[in-house]
T-cell receptor, first 117, second 114 residues
């Protein structure tokens, strides 16, 4: 099956710094990538949807200026958490989709655990 | 927009017992996925249902999609400690703005006592 990687798998940073998380589709081109965050004991919440070459679509309540998403190529999307604070500590997962249509399968990355001190 | 509600929120069962988790959608489902996860780890794909009335099984896990395609159930037979984790249903939708988004249900935390 198709593989999606994330880097780093975990990161610890100081409050106020920025952190970049990469999401790569290794053996396919992803027209759409999604970013989710998950708090302990909770489900995955969609943060934003990004299409290659265009601006990301953010879900209500997600700060665009804080969570910068760049989908520069068909195999790479990045999420930058700017001026991170302890409340941004969470588990972030990306997913990639190859094409169109409701039945088009999603492939998920293994996730990145962010801890902000 | 579409919402996926799961019940129960959490479940504790004795090893060997059967259990059922439900996922109800606010809109007609055009594809419903089930995953298993442990917090801080990636998703494990279990199965996908597309057609109304469809039922699929894998080992001791059976998932069904109702005829109206708005509710799915996941049934585990003779549960084992290895079944413990968070179970998530997921579905995609084409939004009114023409974009596509993929969301998850509220999640069900399962604990199996040995």
């Amino acid at each position: 099956g198709a593989v999606v990687s994330q880097h780093p798998s975990w990161v610890i940073c100081k409050s106020g710094t920025s952190v970049k998380i990469e999401c790569r589709s290794l053996d396919f081109q992803a027209t759409t990538m999604f970013w989710y965050r998950q708090f302990p004991k909770q489900s995955l919440m969609l943060m934003a949807t990004s299409n290659e070459g265009s601006k990301a679509t953010y879900e209500q309540g997600v700060e665009k200026d804080k969570f910068l998403i760049n989908h520069a190529s068909l195999t790479l999307s990045t999420l930058t958490v700017t001026s991170a604070h302890p409340e941004d500590s969470s588990f972030y997962i990306c997913s990639a989709r190859t094409g169109q249509g409701a039945y088009n399968e999603q492939f998920f990355g293994p996730g990145t655990r962010l801890t902000v001190l | 927009s579409q919402e996926l509600e799961q019940s129960p929120q959490s479940l504790i069962v004795q090893e060997g017992k059967n259990l059922t988790i439900n996922c109800t959608s606010s809109k007609t489902l055009y594809g419903l996925y089930w995953y298993k996860q442990k917090y801080g780890e990636g998703l494990i794909f279990l199965m996908m249902l597309q057609k109304g009335g469809e039922e699929k099984s894998h080992e001791k896990i059976t998932a069904k999609l109702d005829e109206k395609k708005q509710q799915s159930s996941l049934h585990i037979t003779a549960s084992q400690p290895s079944h413990a984790g968070i179970y998530l249903c997921g579905a995609g939708e084409d939004t009114t703005s023409g974009t596509y988004k993929y969301i998850f249900g509220t999640g069900t935390r399962l604990k199996v006592l040995a």
